[in-house]
């Protein structure tokens, strides 16, 4: 559909409108582009192929969809306005020219004034929409608006002929002599001179102004639009042939319909940006193609760079984020709930037990067909088929890579470093303390703040303070020295006491020094010992640890008992100490391996070995416990309630390789 000016500048702000309702922001460019695209007559599709090369965005088809809607109602509400305006301007220029002519002028278009010449040779730049075939245009009569017409002209002819005939002079028509009407004849040709004058210098000023405006756009590079008043005016309805073209529907001729031609830099860009897609958009011609050097996998790309558009984030889309986020940290919250409590219970440690125990309990001296670390990676349950690859279930040729885990948490203040002093710095330091205390006692007693102290009188300075006072009363002058050297002395006990540290606070210093800060990592030392039945041994060892404040478990099985203990590195190095070299371990004779023949059998010398030490997480026991336990599943199981099997692993292997050894 064709816009004139008119309609262009009364779209625009609503279009505006609708762009930033859609986008949030104002964008001219767009706004432009949209009603272009509506002048030249193209569809919503290709409006939405040319829309999306200035900007990226989804809104982009139904911010065509309201434009097209809006550009059809305003024009066809333009329609029928332009039709009743051409309705009521043709019936007034018939009145007036039936006026005129029954005014007595000897031709009607002689008495016409200026300013109607004009508009008759004015190009009609409001015109409508071109009609469809078979159906009248806007400005086009009808058979019966004819007749209505013609019977209204002649009504006011006849009227005008009886007023002219009440106001002409009772004279006959012979009294009009021949030289009167030259003279009248002579005044009708000299108007339409004047008439005619007129319109060719109107003619000729349009014609000056246009070429004039051309030539300035040509100097700047941009090619004006075809003038309106220079294309042929169709003089009857207008049809269109099967090619598509505009033609007239008396003459059969052709009509040149003005385009709309680009004038700002943005549109002129705007097009020479679709000529080159187009352009590039070719096939490539059948000799490149055969050429060795062509690869039809490359593509083709324009040699100017797209525009880059605006990106904005849905609504709602970093709230539902955050939604996520909070759902997913509750979730590990309430899983981490259920994890302690089934670790307290016991529930996921005989679960995980269920999955590598052998499902078959097997008598003793009773070799299985599959052990029960084999059977996770056999399909079948024997080993005959363990050279067929197949057979074996998550044994690759790749390398499996452990999980990475998060590095401790660094200390929020970094730990101090002390600086051992000599003796010359302590002194030095503690004179330079002296003094600033001096000054600030001495500042305050030259300002009047504090009173001045009393001169310091000791029983080797009494003559030389007190002077002749002590001459006159040396038995009171005594007096009152030892007096103020009792008040000295209990004033400085008094400080003393007043610094001491209570039994609480003594205790909490004692608690603050042993205990070590394990929030970056806790040391865990895992001892062996042959035989640990001696209560007294048992007692040193429980109450190093109460003492020490370290956590652990110790589990008193035959001929491998197992001591855990997680602490600080000091509190690591005391316990060290006291397993490896304060307990004499070789005074106690070891249990026999059969208890029933304790007299033949071979006595065995008790020992404790350090079988790990190392740095985990955090801690997996609580306080110092004792368990007894008389077989080996039983035993693991006390670990495997913290997660930690793997200690008990590693000893009583070790105590197994230990005896074996023995035995040969």
């Known amino acids: 559909m064709a816009l004139s000016r008119k309609d262009f500048e009364d779209l625009k702000p609503q279009v505006d409108k609708i762009v930033q309702k859609y986008l949030g922001f104002s964008e001219p460019t767009l706004v432009t582009a949209a009603l272009n695209c509506v002048d030249k007559g193209y569809d919503r599709r290709k409006t939405k192929d040319k829309l999306s090369m200035i900007i990226d965005d989804r809104h982009v088809s139904k911010i065509v969809d309201k434009t097209f809607d809006m550009c059809e109602s305003h024009t066809s509400g333009s329609k029928h ?7 009521e301007d043709s019936r007034h220029d018939s009145r007036e020219h039936e006026t005129q002519n029954d005014g ?44 209505d017409m013609m019977s209204s002209a002649q009504a006011a002819i006849r009227m005008r002929k009886a007023q002219l005939q009440q106001q002409m002079p009772t004279t006959p ?13 002579t005044d009708a040709l000299d108007k339409r001179n004047r008439a005619s004058q007129l319109q060719a210098q109107i003619q000729a000023q349009l014609a000056r102004s246009g070429f004039a405006r051309q030539s300035a756009l040509s100097d700047v590079g941009i090619v004006p639009p075809t003038p309106a008043f220079a294309i042929p005016k169709p003089q009857g309805t207008l049809l269109l042939d099967s090619s598509g073209r505009t033609v007239d529907a008396k003459t059969g001729e052709v009509i040149a319909l003005p385009q709309h031609v680009p004038t700002l830099k943005a549109n002129i860009r705007a097009r020479r940006r679709e000529e080159l897609v187009k352009e590039f958009a070719k096939p490539v011609p059948e000799e490149i193609q055969d050429s060795k050097f062509f690869d039809d996998r ?36 309430l899983q981490n709930e259920i994890a302690q409590a089934a670790k307290k219970t016991g529930i996921a440690s005989a679960a995980r037990l269920a999955t590598i125990l052998p499902k078959k309990q097997l008598k003793e001296g009773e070799i299985p067909d599959v052990e029960w670390w084999d059977s996770v990676i056999l399909s ?43 003796a010359k710095e302590r002194k030095k330091l503690r004179r330079q303390n002296r003094n600033e205390a001096q000054k600030e006692i001495t500042e305050k007693i030259r300002l009047g703040l504090e009173p001045p102290p009393e001169p310091k009188v000791r029983m080797a300075n009494l003559m030389r303070v007190l002077g002749t006072e002590a001459v006159q009363d040396p038995t009171k002058v005594e007096q009152h020295v030892r007096e103020q050297m009792a008040k000295r002395q209990k004033g400085h006990e008094e400080a003393n006491a007043n610094r001491k540290l209570t039994k ?12 070590e800060d394990v929030t970056l990592g806790v040391n865990v030392a895992v001892y062996r010992i042959r035989n640990l039945h001696n209560p007294s041994k048992k007692f040193k060892v429980e109450t190093n640890a109460n003492q020490l404040y370290m956590t652990g478990l110790v589990i008193l099985h035959k001929d491998c008992n197992v001591v855990v203990v997680e602490g600080g590195p000091k509190q690591q190095k005391k316990f060290h100490r006291l397993m490896m070299h304060r307990i004499k371990w070789a005074e106690d004779r070891a249990v026999a391996k059969n208890d029933d023949n304790e007299d033949d059998s071979p006595e065995k010398q008790n020992s404790c070995h350090l079988v790990w030490q190392g740095e985990v997480l955090a801690r997996a026991f609580g306080e110092m416990k004792f368990k007894s336990c008389p077989t080996e599943s039983f035993a693991r199981e006390q670990f495997k309630k913290s997660n930690v099997e793997h200690y008990w692993d590693l000893a009583y292997s070790g105590s197994i390789l230990e005896a074996a050894v023995e035995e040969d």
């Not at 028509?173 to 004849?185: D, F, G, K, N, Y």
């Not at 490359?298 to 759902?327: C, I, P």
């Not at 005959?384 to 929020?412: F, R, Y």
């Open 81 to 87: 306005r332009s039709s009743r305006k051409r309705k």
């Open 104 to 147: 007595g002028s000897v031709d009607g278009t002689l008495s016409e004034p200026v300013k109607k010449i004009k508009r008759s040779e004015e190009p009609d730049l409001d015109e409508g929409p071109i009609p469809e075939p078979g159906q009248p245009s806007p400005g086009q009569l009808t058979a019966d608006k004819i007749k």
């Open 173 to 185: 028509a012979t009294s009009i002599t021949p030289q009167a009407a030259a003279a009248h004849l």
């Open 298 to 333: 490359v593509g083709l790309k324009a040699s100017q760079r797209a525009r880059r558009g605006f990106k904005f984030h849905d609504q709602g889309r970093f709230e539902s984020m955050a939604t996520r986020l909070r759902t997913k940290a509750q979730l590990d919250k």
């Open 380 to 422: 079948e349950d024997f080993y005959e088929t363990v050279s067929d690859e197949s057979n074996i279930i998550g044994i690759t040729h790749l390398v499996e890579h452990p999980s990475q885990m998060k590095p401790p948490a660094e200390p929020i203040k970094p730990p101090e470093i002390a600086i051992m002093l000599t």
């Open 504 to 515: 609480e606070q003594r205790r909490d210093k004692k608690i603050k020094k042993i205990k």
